[in-house]
């Protein structure tokens, strides 16, 4: 490494916390923004990449920390939309109170999959999870009492309160935002917390996996369980704020683009989360600028690339381009550290560890 | 006339160079064996000469240049690379074993060459339908060493052939060795922690330390030098 | 009873197809160790091109044979091409790179020849025969006769020539083989193009009953990876011996079992799979677990 000069910050000194709060603020800026300079679709698509982003977060969890894959997340998706859905149209809750009981059914739903899951490692959980997947449309289409089967049901749209002078999509968008806010505190603590360390402990040595026993399998098992919560409280989102839920939203395409979403915007990372999430939402948008029917095939060569150029992600990238110009330390340190935290809020930072690079153990 | 003639190797894995500068030949007929400690960087010169790790330097055999070439290549001209920890095909039979060392050659000999084999090692003919893995430590570095030799190879390179192996078992494999030297007259590179039987093996021998060759000579000066028998023959 | 019979002859021919799909998942896995989560996509996208070389006048056969060159070649070319360069990564990034991969063929068959449901035709003679109130059609027993076929023509390349020796070895322990003079990556390349070949073998065949259109693979590819699970993936036996029982138990389970009926026979690949991996996760005839070296 070239001893070029660079802005050297050490992690807990009043300088890097001055130049975390200005990053963030300007992510702030950026985010609120949006609704008043964006036109209306624009802002629905936003809107869209913060569900996807909630969705991604709790996948992160799973895989970065737990170090599982799922192809199946669709599912608990699904479970979230359809849990909003029943709650709003059939018993009259209001749009935001069913989520937590999005979250929950979905939790649950986890928790009884993460068990034998505990059981499975690598590939072999990705063709259960990604079983899951496939089997969704056709349940979905089974219960259609519930569901409305595969005619669908249509959620009414909440629209904005008069006396905030915004449109519905302005309204939603920030209604979005602040949900993803708080699911953005709930994944900062339980990284933070009991759960969190004791994975990372488990992830980086693994004898402590032996002497963990019993309590690790509840806490691996708890994981998924708020991963699946996560994607559940997406899906009670996605209810609302599209308005219409039916089998096709929710197929093995759906849990193939959480995944990739994870990967493209990189690991262990909560900007990952979003970064991956305006990959997903927007490279098929401008591929149907190309040719409308192309844009599958041009998302899957996208992410065929992205695993070819840049493995770590687009969060990878930017601590490389970041690493150029600044380094930061830890306090105490004389060198540059294994991986800097990442630009904005990152999990692992949170908990005062030192990031780990961006591949699974798996 | 050297068979093999390699300068100023330079080789390694990723940012970290094992081999600095190594310079050293290997007469026609001859048996050459390179001494040194681990990590020396014994395995990465034979992995070179191979083609299995990427190199600078210059590598020629039987008058043609092949540093960096493929594996394959430099296999069809007749190199045989028998690696450290046997590398048997363990799910396939002995059988197999050997014809896989055939299987650049074109000829049609190699039913008859596995015979040899199954005269050279007894051990091996009566276990030529089992799966290599039921063999025995010894037995597999028989094989091989028998599949190295399916090549009709001109030059033989030998990674630690007696690694893991009780004393008994190696003393029959260099007596092996000896015998395969006096009667088909095959050039052999041989690189050894053992340096007592390797020197009794050998017409020339190396001193491989950090990276480059610090001594060479012919076997019995080698064997004669201070430093090298307090280094590498204990006493 | 002759509907029993009649369940579990029609549950053998369905089983057939998985056993074919399941096969060239297990040679895949065998060369390359890697789970392709595209080959049924690979093989959906072949028999479209066959459909379309039949549509422009090529006798069904003819279609399907060139198809199988076509498949062949571009398994080849996909090895080559995207699996190679991504070779050492990490687990995820390949099963990143085999779902793009899965997209692509997915939706590329989709934008090329849409998503209306196409008529296949029928390679067999639309003959049907009644055995004791047992009946099957020419093409069931077409489609068991090509899977033999094609078993006892895997198990001669493999055991009995040069090149199934060198395509074993190199699956095996690439390292030595490349000291024996094998190109590794040519071996890699032929795994990949026989895996596609047959997938499209598979694809052709099953085309008929279900139906063309971009999403016809989906279930079949979950029940070959019940089948390849159940049988142990690196193990062709099993492949087809986990894949005739997987086709027979979907069929006596959609029949038999109220709660699944038709529609819901989805659920036993699953079932399968998480049975299997939670009680004997080598499968029946396995040897490895499915992990990366």
């Not at chain 2, 083609?51 to 069809?76: E, L, S």
């Not at chain 3, 395509?167 to 032929?190: F, K, Q, T, Y």
Request: hydrophobic share 55%.
């Amino acid at each position: 490494m070239s001893e070029r000069r660079r802005v050297v910050l050490v992690e807990g000194t009043a300088k890097y916390r001055i130049a975390v709060a200005v990053v963030a603020l300007v992510v702030l800026a950026i985010a609120i923004a949006i609704p008043y300079v964006m036109p209306p679709f624009r802002v629905f698509q936003f809107t869209e990449v913060l569900m996807i982003a909630i969705a991604v977060l709790g996948l992160n969890l799973l895989t970065g920390y737990n170090g599982q894959i799922s192809l199946g997340h669709s599912a608990f998706f699904a479970l979230g939309a359809y849990t909003t859905t029943v709650l709003i149209i059939d018993h009259g809750w209001n749009y935001v109170l069913t989520l937590p009981l999005a979250f929950a059914v979905a939790f649950a739903a986890g928790f009884l999959v993460g068990i034998p899951a505990l059981r499975l490692h690598g590939l072999y959980l990705a063709l259960v999870t990604l079983s899951l997947a496939i089997v969704t449309p056709p349940l979905i289409k089974r219960f259609e009492g519930v569901t409305g089967g595969a005619m669908g049901r249509s959620v009414p749209k909440p629209g904005a309160p008069g006396w905030t002078g915004l449109a519905q999509d302005q309204w939603h968008y920030f209604v979005v935002l602040a949900i993803t806010a708080v699911m953005v505190l709930i994944a900062r603590n339980l990284v933070s917390g009991r759960i969190g360390r004791a994975l990372r402990a488990v992830r980086d040595d693994g004898l402590a996996a032996e002497t963990m026993g019993v309590d690790l399998a509840i806490f691996k098992t708890l994981t998924f369980a708020y991963s699946a919560g996560f994607a559940g409280v997406a899906g009670g989102i996605f209810a609302f704020v599209v308005g219409f839920v039916s089998p096709e939203s929710f197929t093995l395409v759906l849990a193939i683009g959480f995944l990739s979403a994870m990967v493209v915007g990189g690991l262990s990372s909560i900007s990952g989360a979003v970064f991956g999430s305006l990959f997903y939402v927007f490279v098929p948008v401008y591929a149907a600028d190309v040719n409308d029917a192309l844009s599958g095939v041009i998302y899957g060569v996208a992410l065929i690339v992205v695993m070819f150029l840049m493995p770590a992600g687009v969060v990878g990238v930017l601590r490389r381009v970041r690493g150029l110009v600044v380094d930061v330390r830890k306090p105490g340190a004389h060198g540059p550290t294994v991986a800097p935290p990442v630009v904005g809020r990152d999990l692992s930072e949170a908990a005062g560890v030192p990031a780990t690079s961006s591949s699974a153990e798996l | 006339m050297s068979l093999l003639e390699v300068a100023d190797l330079q080789a390694g894995y990723g940012p970290v160079r094992v081999l600095e500068g190594l310079s050293f030949d290997v007469a026609e007929g001859q048996t050459a064996v390179i001494l040194g400690a681990n990590g020396a960087g014994k395995t990465t010169t034979l992995r070179a000469l191979s083609g299995m790790v990427a190199n600078k330097g210059r590598i020629t055999f039987a008058g043609a240049d092949i540093t960096n070439a493929t594996p394959d290549a430099i296999v069809r001209r007749g190199v045989a690379h028998v690696p450290q920890g046997r590398g048997t095909f363990v799910q396939q039979t002995v059988d197999e074993n050997l014809r896989l060392g055939a299987y650049t050659r074109r000829d049609s000999g190699v039913r008859a060459d596995t015979e040899r084999m199954y005269a050279l090692f007894p051990r091996l003919g009566e276990r030529r339908g089992q799966a290599a893995g039921s063999l025995s430590g010894g037995e597999q570095q028989m094989l091989a060493i028998a599949r190295a030799l399916m090549l009709r190879p001109k030059l033989l390179l030998l990674d630690e052939p007696s690694l893991g192996l009780a004393p008994i078992v190696v003393q029959e494999l260099f007596r092996t060795l000896v015998d395969l030297k006096k009667e088909t007259g095959l050039t052999m590179l041989l690189v050894e922690q053992n340096a007592n039987l390797a020197l009794d093996v050998a017409d020339q021998a190396y001193v491989l330390e950090t990276g480059s060759i610090v001594f060479g000579g012919r076997a019995d000066e080698v064997r004669a030098d201070e430093s090298v028998r307090r280094a590498y023959l204990g006493y | 009873m002759a509907h029993f019979v009649q369940q579990v002859l029609d549950g053998l021919a369905s089983g057939a197809i998985y056993a074919s799909l399941a096969l060239a998942l297990v040679l895949i896995f065998r060369s390359t160790h890697i789970v392709n989560f595209a080959q049924g996509e690979m093989a959906m996208f072949a028999t479209f091109i066959a459909w379309q070389l039949f549509t422009w006048g090529v006798p069904v056969w003819a279609a399907i044979a060139a198809t199988l060159v076509v498949a062949f070649l571009g398994g080849m070319a996909v090895e080559r091409m995207v699996i190679r360069p991504v070779e050492g990564s990490s687990e995820l990034t390949i099963v990143i790179v085999t779902l793009g991969l899965l997209l692509v063929f997915n939706q590329g068959a989709g934008w090329i020849w849409d998503f209306i449901i196409k008529q296949f035709p029928n390679p067999f003679p639309a003959h049907v025969f009644d055995v004791g109130g047992v009946r099957t059609t020419a093409h069931t027993a077409g489609v068991v006769a090509v899977l033999l076929l094609i078993v006892l023509g895997l198990w001669a390349l493999f055991q009995h020539t040069k090149i199934g020796l060198a395509m074993r070895a190199a699956a095996e322990n690439p390292e030595s083989s490349r000291l024996v003079g094998i190109r590794v990556g040519r071996m890699m390349m032929l795994g990949w193009g026989l895996a596609a070949a047959l997938g499209a073998l598979a694809g052709c065949l099953v085309a008929p009953r279900l139906f063309l259109e971009p999403n016809m693979m989906f279930s079949v590819t979950i029940y070959a990876f019940a089948a390849a699970t159940l049988g142990g993936f690196d193990s062709p036996g099993g492949a087809v011996l986990g894949g005739l029982i997987v086709g027979v138990t979907e069929n006596l389970a959609g029949t038999y079992i109220p709660f699944i009926h038709q529609d819901l026979k989805i659920l036993v690949p699953l079932l399968v799979i998480v049975a299997v991996l939670l009680v004997r996760p080598n499968g029946l005839f396995g040897h490895r677990e499915v992990v990366r070296v």
